[in-house]
């Protein structure tokens, strides 16, 4: 017995697999083995319930909302596959938008640019503090639509020939016709100022709100163009009249009220309304009619 012990230890030293890092090889594996009063047991069954409670309501929930839970994934992932596919198809599109712009558009952009740059650089009187800020002022009220309407009303009503209160009442009318131009166009685009001041009490009063078209400037032109066409002025005069309307599209400038672009469309847009209303000029006839209905007491001249 002895002697067969000691042959079976000098075996089992000689064997590859009773090496260390062989030992785990030969081992079986370890059954994991439950502490005593069967806690592990409880935990693993309350667990188990838990989860089939939480089952039970979330098919409750579904049922009652009418609407089964894979059937309102699958909703969720069609409408997000929709929302992802028309983002795709509108990304390309507006890339190309950015990356390739139109010529026009650069060019007009451009050009839009400029002319806030300069008309900033130009209104050196925007500030309460400017040296000849009252000047430009005064200046710039001399092409406003108060002072032109109430003084051909005095005129008119001053008048005693019928060739002036011809030529009164269709200045009137041009007067109008202006106003209610200029201030459906400014209210169509809504255009601010280069400093983007608001407007004052006369601006309401006169509609000019906005900065485009240049109200004071169609005005200057319009009536410029006016009183040359019906007045016999000298040389000097004519010349200063023409420089008193390029003056106060400048003066609006100035004043920071509206750009450079602003006062050019205004003076196009005086032009066309000169030439509008010689276009329907009313004849001394009419004119009367007109003067005898507005004032309902004035007894046309003979």
């Known amino acids: 017995m002895p002697g067969s012990q000691a042959r079976s230890r000098a075996r089992d030293r ?64 069609g409408l997000g596959a929709d929302a992802g596919g028309k983002e795709a198809s ?3 599109e507006q890339d190309c938008m950015q990356l390739n712009p139109s010529f026009g558009g650069i060019a007009i952009s451009s050009l839009l640019a400029i002319d806030i740059s300069l008309s900033k650089r130009l209104g050196m009187c925007a500030s309460p503090a400017a040296p000849l800020r009252s000047m430009v002022m005064l200046l710039a ?18 008048s005693n020939t019928l060739a002036g209160q011809e030529v009164l009442v ?20 809504k255009r601010r100022g280069p400093w983007d001041f608001p407007p004052g009490f006369l601006d309401y009063i006169a509609m000019d709100t906005y900065s485009f078209p240049a109200a004071h400037a169609s005005r200057a032109a319009m009536v410029s163009k006016f009183l040359l066409n019906h007045l ?25 009220k509206h750009h450079l672009s ?28 007109l003067i005898s209905i507005g004032t309902l ?5 003979l």
């Not at 009220?141 to 001053?158: D, E, N, Q, R």
């Not at 309307?245 to 400048?250: D, I, P, S, T, Y």
Request: proline share 6%; aromatic share 8%; hydrophobic share 40%.
């Open 14 to 77: 000689n064997n590859v697999l009773n090496r260390p890092e062989f030992v785990s090889l030969n081992q079986p594996p370890r059954q994991h083995v439950e502490p005593r009063g069967g806690g592990g047991a409880r935990r693993s069954a309350f667990r188990q319930q838990s989860l089939n409670q939480q089952e039970d309501g979330g098919a409750r929930l579904s049922s009652s909302c009418g609407t089964p839970r894979g059937s309102r994934d699958s909703q969720d992932g």
């Open 90 to 92: 509108r990304l390309p």
């Open 141 to 158: 009220f001399s092409g406003h639509a108060l002072p032109w309407l109430c003084g051909t009303l005095i005129c008119l009503w001053k």
């Open 170 to 189: 269709n200045l009137l009318l041009a007067l109008i016709l202006d106003v209610m131009t200029v201030a459906g166009m400014q209210k169509l685009v």
């Open 232 to 256: 016999v002025l000298a040389v000097p005069l004519r010349i200063l009249l023409y420089l008193w309307a390029f003056l106060v599209g400048v003066s609006r400038v100035l004043l920071g």
């Open 262 to 289: 602003d006062v050019g469309c205004g003076f196009a847009l005086g032009f066309l309304h000169f030439s509008l209303v010689e276009s329907v000029w009313l004849d001394s006839a009419t004119c009367q009619t």
């Open 297 to 301: 007491r004035w007894s046309p001249l």
